[in-house]
């Protein structure tokens, strides 16, 4: 008796969760309120990337704040015309910020970090000369004492207008994202870690919100770690097993501490990824983008795996490796530009 009980509880709840999700936003809302747990697992982890981004702040080792004043304290040095007196809110912040991070042992920061900052800074507090803001000036006096690193022997901006033609034409481009298909089927060979970290260089100059680069690839190419990588996203059956090589796109939710950011890591690491993706291709190496899903079970699966932080979440992940000859590729038929662009169509 207690069975057909429980098997006919089991049924009416199947119906609602239907219902709810079939239904009208109200209904909608209890479904993914109460039976999904993907918007509270989103909660939890921005909530955990929160309280990781004040931690750092505290220990005065919180990198992506330094870049993204860095990055608007140079907007406001492009702007026109350029104020006298701007970034008042963040630059003792960032002064703080920079002094704090240039001492820690083992460094943070890099090198070519150091020298943006001190760079920016020092236009800043030339730019702003004349202002009598109180704030400006104490930022100034702290930022005289700092001990820098590395000498500036090069400068980097301020940067002029594009006025040299372009290293690629667009049938170039065309031409190389016509070529890039979506290869599973490789040859037993490893790229080497030279072919791949060019094609860093290329995914490191993809644009992110403030130049935070709030991401990090983590490669495999160890056959067993290849192996066990590629069996927790779903859409890797029937090739996985013939992965030479194998990227985890990890986002860092310590970035940012406005819940407004939480999705930047995937627009940001997408970027990264497409570029990384066309410079592989550039040195004949092939690629798949594999889908990473959100499921409780294959996140902490990927979790444990990788010993990722609490703050942060898989982005994506990539295959690659050189490409069978005898292998075929689908053809991907691409939607019309008709139905991909519009003009001015308010």
């Keep these: 008796m207690k069975k057909k009980l429980r098997k006919a509880a089991g049924r009416l709840r199947e119906r609602l969760r239907v219902r709810l ?24 982890v921005v909530a955990r990337g929160n309280q990781e981004y004040w931690r750092r702040l505290e220990d ?4 992506f704040l330094l870049r993204r004043n860095i990055h608007m304290a140079e907007k406001g040095l492009t702007m026109r015309p350029r104020r006298d007196t701007f970034a008042v809110a963040y630059i003792e912040e960032t002064v703080k910020l920079a002094a704090s991070l240039t001492q820690a042992m083992p460094p943070i920061i890099s090198a070519e970090v150091e020298l943006w900052a001190r760079e920016v800074l020092e236009r800043y507090f030339e730019a702003t000369s004349s202002s009598s803001d109180p704030t400006i000036a104490r930022a100034r006096s702290s930022f005289a004492d700092i001990s820098w690193n590395v000498d500036r022997d090069n400068v980097s901006g301020p940067h002029a207008p594009f006025i040299d033609a372009p290293p690629v034409e667009i049938d170039a481009l065309t031409a190389l994202a016509k070529r890039r298909k979506s290869v599973r089927w490789f040859q037993p060979r490893t790229v080497p870690h030279e072919v791949v970290d060019k094609a860093m260089l290329v995914a490191a100059e993809a644009p992110t919100a403030c130049n935070r680069q709030p991401f990090s690839f983590r490669f495999f190419d160890d056959p067993e770690q290849v192996s066990a990588v590629a069996k927790v996203p779903m ?3 029937g090739y996985g097993q013939n992965l030479p090589g194998i990227a985890v ?4 939710m310590s970035a940012f501490i406005d819940e407004r950011d939480r999705h930047l890591i995937y627009t940001d690491g997408c970027l990264a990824a497409m570029s990384f993706i066309l410079g592989l291709e550039s040195q004949g190496v092939a690629s798949v983008c594999i889908n990473w899903p959100d499921i409780a079970s294959r996140d902490q699966k990927m979790s444990r795996l990788l010993g990722l932080a609490p703050h942060e979440r898989v982005v994506m992940l990539i295959g690659y490796g050189y490409a069978d000859e005898q292998g075929t590729t689908p053809y991907s038929a691409k939607r019309h530009l008709d139905a991909l662009r519009s003009f001015n169509s308010l």
């Design 21 to 44: 999700r079939k239904g009208n936003a109200v209904e909608r809302s209890l479904y993914f309120t109460f039976w999904s747990d993907a918007y509270r697992r989103e909660r939890l």
């Design 60 to 63: 005065g080792k919180l990198e």
């Design 235 to 237: 859409g890797t059956a």
């Design 249 to 252: 796109i990890v986002g860092d």
